[in-house]
């Protein structure tokens, strides 16, 4: 019992570096109408800024490092049969197929990125 209770207290206490590390600590969201979003900018190899036709800007993090999306202009947005992007979708470029991992809502790249 004693065990669990370290356990616990560790993962509660790794908690909040995670929340730290994402660019706008959010809820989990989808975007709707992928096929018809406006921009994407990459961050580096773990993630994308994503505007939709809405005008709002999304944060899409992968499940690992796809280095090809930071240097590749072309790529496509595996979406759900609905049109709408979210943690169970994926993005291909190159031959390389990157699962993402969360969709949140964002304040948009950083200056630096735009």
């Known amino acids: 019992m004693m065990i669990r209770s370290l356990i616990a207290a560790a993962l509660l206490g790794a908690a909040p570096a995670y929340a730290a590390d994402t660019p706008a600590a959010s809820s989990e969201t989808s975007i709707p109408r992928m096929s018809r979003f406006l921009e994407w900018v990459a961050d580096g190899d773990r993630g994308l800024f994503i505007r939709a036709d809405t005008g709002r800007w999304y944060y899409a993090r992968l499940q690992n490092a ?38 949140i809502e964002s304040e948009g790249p950083p200056p630096a990125h735009r």
């Open 66 to 103: 796809c280095p090809r999306i930071a240097t590749r202009p072309a790529m496509r947005f595996d979406a759900s049969p609905s049109d709408r992007f979210d943690r169970f979708s994926a993005i291909r470029t190159d031959g390389w197929r990157c699962q993402v991992s969360s969709v």
